[in-house]
C-alpha cells in the first residue's frame, strides 16, 4: 500500500523542485495505490556429454544441453485519487498479466590431435546454439466506484506480444606447438555467425468493445552479423625474461533491419597487436 502526494514546483535559479512545507503551498491531488501480485516461475534441463577416444591421440567429444523455462506473473494495482482535500475524484484498477516461455538447444562436436601432451597439439570445435522467447503480456483497466464496486466494462486493453529467435553458429580451430625448451607458439582461426530476430506486436481496444486495432508500437528487428578471426601468439624466454608477442585479425559483415526502415550495414576490419614482457 502506497501514497504519492503530489506538491507544486518551486521555482530557483537553475532549479526546480517540488516544495510543499510552505503555508503558501498548499498540496496538490493524493495518489493511493494497493498492489498485489503473484510470480511464478519453473524450468527443465537436460544437460549429456560424451567423449569418444579414437586412438591413443584423437578424441571426440560431443555435447548437448537442452533448456525449457516458463513462467507468469500476475498483478493487480488499485488507484484512489483524492484532491488536496482527501476528497474523492477517481478510482480504478490497473490488471496486469504476463506469460512466458523460452526455449534453449546448444550442441558442440569437438575433436582434439595430440601429437606431444602440452607440447603440440590441434584442436576443432563447431557449436550451435538457438534460442527461443516468447512473451505475451495482457493490460486493462477496471474503472470502480468509490466503494470499490466495478462502475463499467474495462477499457484500455493492450496485448503485447514479443517472439524472439536467436541462432549463433561457431567454429573453431586452435594449434599449439613448442618448438624448443623455451618457445612457444600457439595460433587459431575462429568463425562467428550470429542471427537475431525480434518481433514485437501490439494491439488496443481503447473502448472496450472488443475491436482490437493495431498499435504503431508494433515493430520488427533483424540483425545478422559474420565474424572471421585469426590469431598468432609467439612466446619465447630470455634469461630471466619472458617474451610474448601476438597479432589478432579481424574482419566482419553486419546488417540491421527495422520494418518499414532501410537496413543498416556496416563492415569493418581490424587488427589487433600485443606485447608482453615478464621478468
Known amino acids: 500500500l502506497a501514497s504519492r502526494l503530489r506538491c507544486p514546483?518551486?521555482?530557483?535559479?537553475?532549479?526546480?523542485?517540488?516544495?510543499?512545507?510552505?503555508?503558501?503551498?498548499?498540496?496538490?491531488?493524493?495518489?493511493n495505490q494497493d498492489i498485489t501480485g503473484r510470480t511464478k516461475h519453473g524450468g527443465h534441463n537436460l544437460p549429456t556429454n560424451i567423449d569418444h577416444k579414437l586412438t591413443d591421440k584423437d578424441v571426440i567429444s560431443h555435447s548437448l544441453s537442452l533448456n525449457r523455462r516458463h513462467s507468469t506473473d500476475g498483478a493487480l494495482a488499485g488507484y484512489v485519487e483524492l484532491d488536496a482535500t482527501q476528497v474523492f475524484i477517481d478510482r480504478y484498477v490497473m490488471d496486469r498479466n504476463d506469460?512466458?516461455?523460452?526455449?534453449?538447444?546448444?550442441n558442440s562436436l569437438s575433436i582434439k590431435h595430440t601429437i606431444e601432451p602440452r607440447k603440440h597439439e590441434l584442436t576443432a570445435e563447431v557449436r550451435f546454439n538457438r534460442t527461443r522467447d516468447e512473451d505475451n503480456t495482457l493490460l486493462w483497466r477496471e474503472p470502480q466506484n468509490p466503494d470499490g464496486t466495478s462502475s463499467g466494462p474495462s477499457i484500455q486493453g493492450e496485448q503485447d506480444?514479443?517472439?524472439?529467435?536467436?541462432?549463433?553458429?561457431?567454429?573453431?580451430?586452435?594449434?599449439?606447438?613448442?618448438?624448443?625448451?623455451?618457445?612457444k607458439l600457439e595460433s587459431g582461426l575462429k568463425e562467428t555467425d550470429r542471427w537475431l530476430d525480434r518481433d514485437f506486436q501490439v494491439v488496443k481496444d481503447d473502448l472496450g468493445n472488443g475491436n482490437w486495432l493495431p498499435s504503431?508500437?508494433?515493430?520488427?528487428?533483424?540483425?545478422?552479423?559474420?565474424?572471421h578471426a585469426g590469431y598468432g601468439v609467439l612466446s619465447q624466454s630470455v634469461g630471466k625474461f619472458d617474451l610474448q608477442a601476438g597479432l589478432r585479425a579481424e574482419?566482419?559483415?553486419?546488417n540491421f533491419d527495422l520494418a518499414n526502415a532501410q537496413g543498416i550495414p556496416y563492415n569493418?576490419?581490424?587488427?589487433?597487436?600485443?606485447?608482453?614482457?615478464?621478468y
Open 9 to 31: 514546483p518551486a521555482q530557483f535559479p537553475g532549479l526546480t523542485a517540488p516544495l510543499c512545507s510552505g503555508p503558501r503551498d498548499p498540496p496538490l491531488p493524493f495518489t
Open 99 to 106: 506469460k512466458a516461455r523460452g526455449l534453449v538447444f546448444d
Open 161 to 183: 506480444a514479443t517472439s524472439a529467435l536467436t541462432r549463433q553458429l561457431t567454429a573453431q580451430t586452435d594449434y599449439t606447438r613448442t618448438f624448443a625448451t623455451k618457445t
Open 216 to 227: 504503431n508500437l508494433s515493430n520488427t528487428v533483424q540483425f545478422d552479423e559474420k565474424v
Open 251 to 254: 574482419w566482419a559483415n553486419r
Open 268 to 278: 569493418y576490419h581490424s587488427l589487433f597487436p600485443s606485447g608482453m614482457i615478464i
